[in-house]
């Protein structure tokens, strides 16, 4: 579906778009000149035919009916008719010419106009699929009050109107060449209009990619004044602000982590020689009695709880410099998974599925800090039973850590893995660093680098309780850190 999204955005993208509608545009523009140039020459070809037609037939009318007498008999209709030509035909009252145009073929409309009017009419029309102009003389007639008035003789003359057909048809085919022509200018001056202005927004996509990845170098060449050029410096001056506050925050953390890392190695020593104390103070504590024994007590927890602390910032410091590496061996991963739960004593409190036989290449003190990190965070906030079950395939290995408890805030499981994340609104206040399952991650990165599948994640049963899932590979190369 997202590649089918892909296309059809890339199908109208910018450019199709923009070509588009200058294609349209040109098309309309195109259309309309060429429409109305062809009504306007149409209609004066047409009127120059009307004239051309109409005015010297009346002439001739009027001059071969000149002192006619009324009513005229069938020759004398016959013998003006044959004069005036083949097409024409004279109409008194029930009377008419035997030749000349067939009077079916005018309309009522004109024959009522010829009838009651005094000046001449004419229609155009198709006959039979040919242009014709039908024209209707009135012939009149000086009455005895002075005025002149219908004689009741018509003449009427059918005018066949090819050539001007066919000069509008060239007319008509000239106007269709010139739009075409015109949509093509367009397409190509599209086309030219959208490589110049898309160039930019490709350049800018390109830089915008670059300094995603992480080159904060990036920048823009300024071309002119318009606002594609004001877009460009706009970039050029946000890439450098952000290379600047990137460079600070960098340079923030690596001295945030020299001195974690220099503070965690100036407390190991110290640590070790009160570690030595507490294990004194672990044997006399029962002797001393009292709050003698209560604050022996308490300083020994105390005590090994900053020692704990202090081993992890020097695991994450070894993580953030780069100096972790893996020391790999083929082991059986369900002797391992054991030995680590018999390590810590929790054999009667994990249910484990642990098939024998799965061997995998891992490290297996990592292997180890993983595993002890899932199960004590399972035992400290979930709900019994915590199971721990192992899957394989000829590829890779799954260990997963379920409990049964009240599982994982839905906005705790983005933040699970961070360090010194502690989900209190989800669980108990942890009693640890915040680092465990940072360090757990860190560890499971180290087996899967350059591994998209593997990783470790967090999730929730359907059923209730929170799940952790180790995905390794099975043949991991001994480079692949």
């Known amino acids: 579906m997202n590649r089918v999204r892909q296309l059809l955005g890339k199908a109208w993208g910018l450019r199709p ?14 259309t309309a000149a060429s429409g109305a140039s062809y009504v306007v020459a149409r209609q004066i070809i047409l009127d120059d035919a009307t004239s051309s037609i109409v005015l010297p037939l009346d002439s001739r009318v009027r ?26 035909k004279l109409v008194y009252k029930d009377m008419q010419s035997k030749n000349g145009v067939d009077l079916t073929k005018i309309t009522p409309d004109l024959r009522a106009a010829v009838a009651h009017g005094s000046t001449v009419a004419w229609q155009r029309l198709d006959l039979d699929g040919l242009p014709v102009m039908i024209i209707g003389i009135p012939v009149l007639s000086w009455h005895t009050d002075g005025q002149w008035s219908g004689s009741g003789l018509e003449v009427y003359a059918l005018q066949e109107l090819g050539p001007q057909a066919e000069a509008i048809q060239k007319l008509a085919g000239a106007s269709w060449v010139l739009g075409g022509l015109a949509a093509v200018l367009a397409v190509v001056m599209a086309l030219l209009a959208a490589r110049g202005v898309l160039r930019p927004v490709r350049e800018l996509g390109v830089a915008a990619r670059r300094l995603g990845t992480g080159d904060l170098r990036t920048r823009l060449r300024v071309r002119g004044n318009d606002e594609l050029a004001e877009l460009a410096g706009t970039f050029n001056e946000t890439a450098t602000a952000l290379e600047y506050h990137v460079g600070e925050l960098r340079r923030m ?34 002797l001393l009695g009292g709050d003698a024994q209560l604050a022996a007590t308490l ?48 054999v009667g409190r994990v249910w484990a599925e642990l098939p024998l036989g799965v061997t995998a290449r891992v490290d297996p003190r990592r292997l180890d800090v993983i595993m002890a990190n899932l199960v004590g965070n399972a035992l400290r ?3 019994p039973p915590v199971e721990v079950t192992l899957w394989a395939d000829s590829d890779w290995v ?10 994982l805030d839905p906005e705790v499981l983005p933040h699970v893995f961070d360090r010194f994340y502690k989900a209190d609104s989800a669980r108990a206040r ?33 059923q209730g309780g929170a799940v952790f899932t180790l995905r390794l590979p099975r043949n991991l190369e001994e480079d692949s850190p």
């Open 63 to 88: 001059n071969q009916l000149m002192g006619m007498r009324l009513p005229p008999n069938q020759q004398a209709l016959d013998s003006i008719a044959s004069s005036l030509g083949g097409n024409v």
């Open 430 to 462: 942890s009693e640890g660093s915040g680092l465990g399952l940072a360090i757990a991650w860190e560890n499971a990165r180290l087996h899967t680098a350059g591994q998209a599948e593997g990783s470790l994640s967090a999730d929730n049963r359907p």
């Open 398 to 407: 799954e260990l997963r850590v379920t409990d049964h408890g009240p599982g």
């Open 253 to 286: 953390e690596s001295d945030a982590r020299r001195f974690v890392a220099d503070v965690s190695h100036e407390l190991r020593t110290p640590l070790a020689a009160m570690t030595a104390v507490t294990d004194v103070l672990d044997e006399e504590a029962p």
């Open 381 to 383: 906030h979930g709900s």
């Open 299 to 346: 300083v020994s927890q105390e005590t090994r709880k900053l020692t704990r602390l202090v081993e992890d910032l020097m695991e994450v410091s070894r993580f953030d410099a780069g100096a972790a590496r893996l020391a790999l061996d083929e082991i059986d991963l369900a002797e391992a998974v054991a030995a680590t739960l018999r390590a810590r004593g929790w």
């Open 17 to 30: 778009r923009l070509v588009i509608t200058c294609v349209l545009i040109a098309a309309i523009s195109a």
